[in-house]
């Protein structure tokens, strides 16, 4: 529709003298994208992009679309504006009880907190709609399912998430030449990708792999987690630190030019004995398997000869760089590059990558101090200045996330407190008063509908982010208020678990962290003590469901001694409140709401302990 229409000079005629044009960012402004999102879908009883609504001048719906012919919408121009024009009262009299109607429909209903039996029944609607054959759930198209698959990671359930993380790892949706993941597959059996690369999928999907291996994924979960966050740091990373938003998914006005291969083209570059072996492996053959007798690259299995992979791989990466490239949204949104931010922290600590720890580092500096203005968050940055834009509900829940993990992994008090500043905003300001919260702060620009959707997108929901990160800090620091409206935000659950699972995955996944405790481990110790780093890394290596990690150097019972054992910090969190090394020993406490069992002093001491 861009090409056919917004480029069209007769089109753009039309529009500019009828109407006041306005092209909505949903990236920028998911809110205005919601609201209007919501009266299209009701009013067409389908949804998606492009989306088209025409609107009164107080912004109220009338008439709602999605894609249309360049024939169709010129006419459709041309109808509204006669429409307006002789009678306009008919239209305002339409747009205020389409807003009437919006504005009355009741939120879905909250129960109690799930237990057992809800998440019992999740699994098994899960179950219902899982693809046994190829992995993930449903038909085609088949999107990643990452907070689902973190769900039944969290459960124990390793056939569902097994099956389909291989199968996503192995299929063409991952670029087995750069690594990262396509932002979802055309057909059923992973094969065909939408080549667009997304930073909020590979951040979630770079979590998970990660999770994955901590559960037993192996060499494959490991592989595909450094790759992509080596891909991360290789194509998303800004100047600044933080991360881009996405990677198009033309190249020369051709969708998925920079990515898929001919025989001829791997003879071109390998050479005919090579280029034949990695046809083979690749599964590149002369028909094609995407478009023009091209294939999309796989690896269905792994190579018996592992350095001739590694050579023949590392050569057509090579070659594929001489290729023009897709190009990049340049971006920095606060929510992703706090998914971003979590999955690097924790990728780098479990395979000691302290890079990825670093980088993890950097982009929260970035969102800490170009995107706060005033104790508010900012959606969005580019070049290292911010947009107007006020961060809405995912965006303070996911940086919450990430900047409690990364408190995790390095212990820096700083980045619990900006946590904590921001899950106070959300409880301050974004409360509906029933337990759950509305998607934009009460002080927001005001539309004709304040937006509330506790459901699942391609990015957890708002409400359930919120859920997670307030359930972390509550473990982490003992707040019962925290731990409370955690609870509270996952009454919603129980509703969805049994007919529609797979739209509260971030939900159900929270939930069963919940009802594990979370597990809450406090290491004490001094800081370049390696016997310290060793109970550090094996207490974040657990596969506990929602594990929080505190890291202090010393007994917190002395907060006022000039003991550089126990820096000025160290009382915060609270969960080191009072624990401190067994005689000149680190140790580790594990915990479940702050009731600790008795301390240990090695790493096969706390392995134990947590596996218990």
């Not at 938003?245 to 003879?267: I, M, N």
């Not at 500043?421 to 300001?429: G, P, Y």
């Given at each position: 529709m861009a090409h056919e229409s917004f480029e069209d000079a007769e089109t753009a005629?039309?529009?500019?003298?009828?109407?006041?044009?306005?092209?909505?960012?949903?990236?920028?402004?998911?809110?205005v994208d919601a609201v209007y999102m919501g009266a299209t879908q009701a009013m067409t009883h389908q949804g998606g992009w492009p989306m088209t609504v025409f609107a009164t001048p107080e912004g109220h719906p009338f008439y709602c679309g999605t894609y249309f012919p360049r024939p169709n919408f010129q006419r459709l121009l041309t109808e509204v504006h006669n429409v307006w024009t002789g009678d306009r009262e008919s239209v305002l009299k339409q747009g205020?009880?389409?807003?009437?109607?919006?504005?009355?429909?009741?939120?879905?209903?909250?129960?109690?907190?799930?237990?057992?039996?809800?998440?019992?029944?999740?699994t098994r609607n899960l179950r219902e709609s899982f693809d046994a054959a190829n992995g993930g759930f449903g038909g085609a198209p088949k999107f990643p399912p990452s907070m689902v698959l973190e769900f039944l990671l969290r459960s124990g359930e390793r056939e569902m998430s097994g099956r389909t993380l291989e199968a996503m790892a192995r299929g063409g949706m991952y670029d087995q030449l750069g690594g990262g993941f396509a932002r979802y597959s055309v057909d059923a059996r992973w094969v065909v990708p939408h080549f667009e690369k997304m930073l909020y999928d590979n951040a979630l999907l770079l979590r998970v792999y990660t999770h994955w291996w901590k559960a037993g994924g192996g060499e494959l979960a490991r592989r595909v987690a450094l790759e992509t966050a080596g891909w991360l740091l290789r194509e998303l990373r800004t100047p600044e630190g933080g991360f881009a938003?996405?990677?198009?998914?033309?190249?020369?006005?051709?969708?998925?030019?920079?990515?898929?291969?001919?025989?001829?083209?791997?003879?071109?570059?390998?050479?005919?004995?090579?280029g034949r072996w990695a046809a083979g492996l690749f599964e590149v053959t002369p028909a094609g398997t995407f478009e023009h007798g091209a294939s999309v690259l796989q690896l269905l299995r792994d190579p018996e000869d592992p350095e001739r992979y590694a050579d023949v791989r590392s050569r057509l990466l090579a070659a594929r760089e001489h290729r023009v490239r897709p190009g990049r949204d340049d971006k920095v949104v606060a929510?992703?590059?706090?998914?971003?931010?979590?999955?690097?922290?924790?990728?780098?600590?479990?395979?000691e990558r302290p890079d990825l720890v670093t980088a993890a580092t950097e982009a929260a500096e970035l969102l800490a101090d170009t995107h706060m203005a005033d104790g508010r968050l900012l959606r969005t940055s580019r070049d290292g200045r911010a947009g107007a834009n006020a961060g809405v509900l995912e965006d303070y829940a996911n940086l919450a996330e990430g900047l409690i993990s990364l408190y995790g992994v390095t212990g820096e008090a700083r980045w619990l407190r900006l946590a904590g500043?921001?899950?106070?905003?959300?409880?301050?300001?974004f409360s509906d008063g029933a337990g759950g919260f509305y998607d934009t702060a009460d002080d927001a620009e005001r539309l004709f509908q304040r937006p509330q959707d506790p459901t699942d997108n391609a990015t957890p929901s708002g409400q359930y982010a919120a859920a997670g990160a307030l359930l972390s800090y509550g473990a982490l620091t003992g707040s019962t208020r925290h731990r409370e409206a955690a609870h509270a935000a996952l009454g919603t659950v129980s509703v969805l678990a049994a007919g529609h699972a797979r739209f509260a995955g971030?939900?159900?996944?929270?939930?069963?962290?919940?009802?594990?405790?979370?597990?809450?481990?406090?290491?004490?110790?001094?800081?370049?003590?390696?016997?310290?780093?060793?109970?550090?890394?094996?207490?974040l290596l657990a596969d506990a469901p929602g594990l929080v990690v505190a890291l202090g150097r010393g007994d917190t019972g002395d907060r006022g001694s000039g003991d550089p054992l126990v820096p000025r910090e160290s009382a915060f969190p609270a969960l080191l409140e009072g624990r401190g090394p067994v005689g000149e020993a680190p140790?580790?406490?594990?915990?479940?709401?702050?009731?600790c069992r008795m301390p240990v002093t090695t790493v096969e001491e706390l392995r134990a302990e947590l596996q218990g």
């Open positions: 005629r039309l529009m500019n003298e009828h109407f006041v044009n306005i092209k909505v960012d949903r990236e920028e402004r998911p809110d205020a009880k389409v807003v009437e109607a919006l504005n009355t429909h009741t939120t879905l209903p909250s129960g109690p907190l799930p237990g057992e039996e809800t998440l019992l029944e999740a938003s996405a990677l198009d998914a033309d190249s020369e006005g051709v969708e998925g030019k920079f990515y898929v291969w001919t025989p001829a083209e791997l003879r071109e570059v390998l050479g005919e004995d090579d929510s992703w590059n706090g998914l971003a931010i979590a999955a690097l922290a924790e990728t780098g600590v479990v395979f500043s921001l899950l106070d905003t959300v409880l301050d300001r971030w939900g159900l996944a929270v939930a069963r962290a919940a009802l594990s405790g979370p597990v809450e481990v406090a290491v004490v110790g001094p800081a370049d003590d390696p016997r310290t780093a060793a109970l550090h890394r094996e207490a140790a580790a406490y594990v915990c479940r709401g702050f009731t």
